[in-house]
């Protein structure tokens, strides 16, 4: 900041009120700046998030393709020593399972989260 100015003495232009007008513009523009720095690095981090978030659901779609393949490939084997309706059942009663029990991790994990109140209407999950 600029203080020469305010060293003029009494023939100078400069009042106690033009430097406090300074002095609040300056802190406008160091909270404008600050502002624009938190916005800068949400909006990256949301970039991140995005690129990431599909990259996920893409190798998900991969690897549930190689799941598929996997899973036929165990049917057609099972078939030579069962049927092949009998192969299916016992495939998908695995892969039911398997559902069902991740499903109760994930509920049970879910149930032990607590929610506390931050301020009226606002409300954030918080761990256990």
């Known amino acids: 900041m600029n203080v020469e ?10 009042t106690i009120w033009e430097a406090l007008a300074e002095l609040v513009s300056a802190g406008q523009d160091v909270v404008l700046d600050r502002i624009d720095l938190v916005r800068s690095e949400i909006t990256d981090d949301i970039e ?4 990431s978030g599909g990259m996920i659901v893409a190798a998900a779609l991969v690897a549930a393709a190689g799941w598929v393949a996997v899973a036929a490939a165990i049917i057609g084997w099972l078939n030579h020593v069962m049927q092949l309706e009998a192969a299916l059942a016992l495939i998908g009663a695995l892969h039911l399972g398997a559902g069902i029990g991740l499903a109760a991790v994930a509920v049970r994990r879910f149930s032990r989260r607590k929610v506390k109140v931050q301020s009226p209407g606002v409300m954030e999950a918080a761990d256990a």
């Open 48 to 51: 991140d998030l995005a690129v």
């Open 5 to 14: 100015h305010l060293r003029s003495g009494p023939g100078g232009t400069s």
